[in-house]
């Protein structure tokens, strides 16, 4: 039930930025001709091209690549209780909706005073996403965790993604993180659905 309870701590994470997304649509042509089927809309912008945006912006910024997650695990135990049953039903509904990417490090040389290595090459990937057409959603925040360290956080968008971007700095080690959703399989979640995963 961990495995579950964690997917459900990062997805928490996505519900609380998936009500602010905009609504899609376009424009109807001026003219009344038909669409020559070479401009047809470009195919849909899915979970796999956002797990390569993701392993491409990591590896530029020379982090290892295959830290992207597609989903939650293929089956995430189904729990004792039926409140666990129906949390480890959602994600795994949810599980084509999400791409996940965690990166951890130990390194004596962090504090709380200086920007650690780890927090350099999240930077790094998040300047390498925006050349890839993710635009920053929101100012960035960073905030101190007590006197052992901070915690900043980014969001970003892309065709109808959120990806909320993360780092934790604490003594001796530290983690980058992001969670990518879509808006869209986020927006359908009922209140009950949305109660489940905060609680």
């Given at each position: 039930?961990?495995?579950?309870?964690?997917?459900?701590?990062?997805?928490?994470?996505?519900?609380?930025?998936?009500?602010?997304?905009?609504?899609c649509?376009?424009?109807?042509?001026?003219?009344?001709?038909?669409?020559?089927?070479?401009?047809?809309?470009?195919?849909?912008?899915?979970?796999?091209?956002?797990?390569?945006?993701?392993?491409?912006?990591?590896?530029?910024?020379g982090?290892p690549?295959?830290?992207?997650?597609?989903g939650?695990?293929?089956?995430?135990?189904?729990?004792?209780?039926?409140?666990?049953?129906?949390?480890?039903?959602?994600?795994?509904?949810?599980?084509?909706?999400?791409?996940?990417?965690?990166?951890d490090?130990?390194?004596?040389?962090?504090?709380?005073?200086?920007?650690?290595?780890?927090?350099?090459?999240?930077?790094?990937?998040?300047s390498?996403?925006?050349?890839?057409?993710?635009?920053?959603?929101?100012?960035a925040?960073?905030?101190?965790?007590?006197?052992?360290?901070k915690?900043?956080?980014?969001?970003?968008?892309?065709?109808?993604?959120?990806?909320?971007?993360?780092h934790?700095?604490?003594?001796?080690?530290?983690?980058?993180?992001?969670?990518?959703?879509e808006?869209?399989?986020?927006?359908?979640?009922?209140?009950?659905?949305?109660?489940?995963?905060?609680?």
């Amino acid at each position: 039930m961990r495995t579950t309870r964690t997917k459900a701590r990062w997805l928490v994470t996505a519900v609380a930025g998936a009500a602010l997304s905009a609504g899609c649509g376009g424009t109807a042509s001026s003219t009344p001709t038909a669409v020559p089927s070479a401009t047809a809309s470009p195919a849909p912008f899915g979970q796999q091209d956002v797990q390569a945006d993701l392993e491409a912006a990591a590896v530029a910024a020379g982090i290892p690549e295959g830290l992207t997650e597609l989903g939650s695990d293929p089956s995430p135990e189904p729990g004792e209780t039926e409140k666990e049953r129906k949390l480890a039903a959602l994600i795994a509904r949810l599980s084509p909706c999400t791409v996940s990417w965690t990166h951890d490090r130990a390194d004596s040389a962090s504090s709380a005073s200086k920007l650690d290595p780890s927090r350099k090459q999240l930077e790094l990937v998040l300047s390498n996403l925006a050349a890839r057409g993710w635009k920053q959603s929101g100012a960035a925040e960073e905030v101190p965790v007590g006197d052992r360290g901070k915690y900043f956080m980014a969001t970003y968008k892309k065709q109808g993604w959120t990806l909320y971007a993360r780092h934790n700095t604490l003594s001796t080690w530290s983690q980058s993180s992001a969670t990518v959703t879509e808006d869209a399989c986020f927006d359908r979640l009922t209140d009950e659905e949305t109660a489940l995963l905060e609680d």
